[in-house]
């Protein structure tokens, strides 16, 4: 199976990057799309760049130009479950686009996305239950192999958790109290907001591909946001995404060793 590797920023994805082995490069839409073998798997990986636009275009591109079968999509994201911490992992089981509103429009509801009639897009139970999997494994084996305690404690992580559950996509990065109580309030079952995942959700969804999304909480998405998120992306975001991703590819590979570094 070929499966499609896509992070939205160059931290998050370089680190995969460099692991595939015979490395094939193509450029397409401004963006480059690494085509190899990683851990016994078929892989494209590429970064998307920001936004649900740049996401679709670039699953899209996975699915029609490459074809991949199943796309896995890795990053970051703002709490607003207010029980995560930095460092806590969100696999999602359902996601939507939040900044979805043609309700002024007799008969839709908000979220709905119009003529397709769905409001939110579910990734395929057993993927949800690998990632998982593969995400404790990260944080329960390597995660202190990887990280120092100064930088752990720096970011306040101290026994980070795997949760599942619904994810929130928007053309938006979130920094403000108000917004992240109007979206809990909309969404009450909300675990965190990204600019990517429910897109490529949509795409995969559109094509009949399998998918699954998992983020590493970087910030909560209210005033400290703008000073959390990009530190944690420039010092840990590459190594959460890595380890997890490198330890799913090994369990879709039924190779399911658990050091992401062998
Ligand atoms: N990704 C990481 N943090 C985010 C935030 N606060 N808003 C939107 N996307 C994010």
Same mark, same amino acid.
């Given at each position: 199976?070929?499966?499609?590797?896509?992070?939205?920023?160059?931290?998050?994805?370089?680190?995969?990057?460099?692991?595939?082995?015979?490395?094939?490069?193509?450029?397409?839409?401004?963006?480059?799309?690494?085509?190899?073998?990683?851990?016994?798997?078929?892989?494209?990986?590429?970064?998307?760049?920001?936004?649900?636009?740049?996401?679709?275009?670039?699953?899209?591109? /996975?699915? %029609?130009?490459?074809? @991949? +079968?199943l796309?896995i999509? #890795?990053?970051?994201?703002? *709490?607003?479950?207010?029980?995560?911490?930095?460092?806590?992992?969100?696999v999602?089981?359902?996601?939507?686009?939040?900044?979805?509103?043609?309700?002024?429009?007799?008969?839709?509801?908000?979220?709905?996305?119009?003529?397709?009639?769905?409001?939110?897009?579910?990734p395929p139970a057993d993927m949800v239950t690998k990632a998982?999997?593969?995400?404790?494994?990260?944080?329960?084996?390597?995660?202190?192999?990887?990280?120092?305690?100064?930088?752990?404690?720096?970011?306040?992580?101290?026994?980070?958790?795997?949760?599942?559950?619904?994810?929130?996509?928007?053309?938006?990065?979130?920094?403000?109290?108000?917004?992240?109580?109007?979206?809990?309030?909309? /969404?009450? %079952?909300?675990?965190? @907001? +990204?600019?990517?995942?429910? #897109?490529?959700?949509?795409? *995969?969804?559109?094509?009949?591909?399998p998918f699954v999304v998992?983020?590493?909480?970087?910030?909560?998405?209210?005033?400290?946001?703008?000073?959390?998120?990009?530190?944690?992306?420039?010092?840990?975001?590459?190594?959460?995404?890595?380890?997890?991703?490198?330890?799913l590819?090994?369990?879709l590979?039924?190779?399911?060793?658990?050091?992401?570094?062998?």
């Amino acid at each position: 199976m070929k499966i499609g590797v896509m992070g939205a920023m160059p931290q998050e994805i370089q680190h995969l990057i460099s692991g595939i082995r015979n490395p094939r490069k193509h450029e397409s839409g401004k963006r480059e799309f690494v085509e190899g073998k990683l851990h016994d798997n078929e892989v494209v990986a590429v970064f998307s760049r920001w936004g649900k636009v740049a996401a679709s275009s670039t699953a899209t591109t /996975l699915i %029609e130009r490459f074809g @991949v +079968e199943l796309i896995i999509f #890795a990053g970051v994201a703002g *709490a607003l479950d207010r029980a995560l911490n930095i460092g806590d992992i969100v696999v999602a089981s359902r996601l939507v686009q939040h900044d979805m509103d043609a309700s002024a429009i007799p008969g839709v509801e908000r979220f709905e996305i119009p003529l397709l009639g769905v409001p939110f897009f579910e990734p395929p139970a057993d993927m949800v239950t690998k990632a998982e999997e593969a995400s404790k494994i990260y944080l329960d084996i390597h995660m202190r192999e990887d990280l120092s305690p100064d930088t752990l404690d720096y970011f306040g992580i101290s026994a980070p958790k795997v949760v599942t559950g619904l994810v929130a996509s928007g053309d938006q990065f979130i920094a403000s109290d108000a917004v992240t109580e109007e979206l809990c309030r909309a /969404l009450p %079952e909300l675990k965190c @907001v +990204e600019m990517e995942g429910a #897109a490529v959700a949509q795409v *995969a969804y559109e094509h009949n591909i399998p998918f699954v999304v998992l983020r590493t909480i970087s910030d909560k998405a209210d005033h400290s946001a703008a000073v959390d998120f990009p530190a944690f992306v420039e010092r840990v975001a590459s190594n959460f995404t890595f380890g997890c991703v490198s330890q799913l590819l090994r369990m879709l590979s039924g190779n399911n060793i658990s050091d992401p570094h062998a």
